[in-house]
């Protein structure tokens, strides 16, 4: 196939590009199947980093719009008004998802430009919807990570046998399981967080949560009670 055929389907004309049919491309060859699947997904990624950019500078143009009405939240009437402009010429559907990728942008760009201090006087979470999104991620991790060491000292537990009425000593992998099963724990611990507990928990649920930690506290005293006896000797 001429080198010319393969460069033009390494091209993509977004205005004028079908959506394909297996029997549409049946007689290309494995060079333009190839350039043509190559082109698509080079195309695809562009687009996707032109997309993200465009949102940002959208939610940053809108933050701009905040700041000119003295309107941080986007509650008042006007600011609503010059905001409809912008969405008024795109379909409803349309207005939807793009209206909340942008807010999600939003939120990023106000915790960046507003203090600490002004979050507060207005309301809003100190944390952004990136950093929300990270938290909730290490809190998924921490928490298979619990689950797998759980399964590996049940795993290590039931695996041993004794010939005697003793209870066989403990393995290698045992003690290390043990330790793996800690510092799980701590990661958990370490991503409960005081602006959720403090902003987004009702009475009940804190109170909940309170039990929660009180019987966490007992359990963890239980225990370093063993390991500061046994470190001392006694």
């Known amino acids: 196939m001429p080198s010319r055929e393969v460069a033009r389907l390494a091209k993509v004309d977004l205005d004028a590009l079908p959506t394909l049919e297996v029997d549409d491309i049946a007689q290309e060859s494995e060079p333009e199947l190839i350039a043509r699947g190559t082109a ?36 008042s009437g006007a600011y609503r008004k010059d905001v409809g402009q912008i969405y008024r010429q795109i379909s409803e559907e349309n207005q939807e998802r793009l209206q909340t ?5 939003i939120g990023n760009i106000l915790r960046r430009h507003l203090t600490p201090r002004e979050l507060e006087r207005l309301d809003l979470k100190p944390t952004s919807p990136l950093e929300r999104q990270q938290d909730s991620r290490a809190i998924n991790a921490a928490i298979v990570a619990a689950g797998k060491a759980e399964q590996k000292a049940a795993t290590s537990k039931k695996g041993r046998t004794s010939k005697n009425d003793e209870p066989p000593a403990p393995t290698v992998r045992e003690t290390a399981d043990q330790l793996r099963m800690v510092h799980a724990a701590t990661n958990i611990m370490n991503q409960l967080s005081p602006d959720v507990i403090n902003h987004a928990m009702t009475d009940g649920q804190r109170a909940k949560l309170d039990e929660e930690l009180e ?4 359990a963890i005293a239980k225990l370093r009670r063993i390991t500061r006896k046994a470190r001392s000797g006694a």
């Open 101 to 105: 990728a942008v807010r999600w942008h």
């Open 40 to 75: 698509y997904a080079n195309e695809y990624v562009r687009i996707q980093h032109a997309k993200t950019a465009l949102l940002k500078n959208l939610a940053t143009v809108i933050v701009a719009l905040r700041i000119r009405h003295g309107d941080m939240r986007g509650s």
């Open 215 to 218: 019987t966490i506290q007992k």
